[in-house]
Nanobody, 122 residues
Framework: QVDLVESGGGSVQAGGSLTLSCAAS???????VAWFRQAPGMQREWVAC????????YVADPVKGRFTISHEVAKKTVNLQMNNVRPTDSAMYYC????????????????WGQGTQVTVTS
């Protein structure tokens, strides 16, 4: 069983940067940790994922080139570095975990954090 706690959200101006962190506790062996986001009235959207077993990372097209996901092994923390943010990046950001490789849909992730709000102002 893995527990997840997100941090790092807040308000940032368009073009700025923000780093979100997801701290995992428990057994993280053979685990994928993903970031999703959900804006009001919208479906939850996959943003990025890292498979801790191999270090492979995946980033969704809308944020590719601006967002980077990384895994700090010793701290059991997955970070989402958000650069050149846009107002359309405003959402509640959630990290989620599953056993095995990354998947891109909500249903494959049984474990979720409580979320952290990101607001991008123009």
């Amino acid at each position: 069983q893995v527990d997840l706690v997100e941090s790092g959200g807040g308000s940032v101006q368009a073009g700025g940067s923000l780093t979100l962190s997801c701290a995992a506790s428990g057994n993280t062996y053979d685990t994928s940790v993903a970031w999703f986001r959900q804006a009001p009235g919208m479906q939850r959207e996959w943003v990025a994922c890292v498979y801790t077993e191999t270090g492979n990372t995946y980033v969704a097209d809308p944020v590719k080139g601006r967002f980077t996901i990384s895994h700090e092994v010793a701290k059991k923390t997955v970070n989402l570095q958000m650069n050149n943010v846009r107002p359309t990046d405003s959402a509640m950001y959630y990290c989620a975990a599953r056993i095995g490789a990354c998947f891109y849909t909500v249903d494959y992730y049984p474990t979720w954090g409580q979320g952290t709000q990101v607001t991008v102002t123009s």
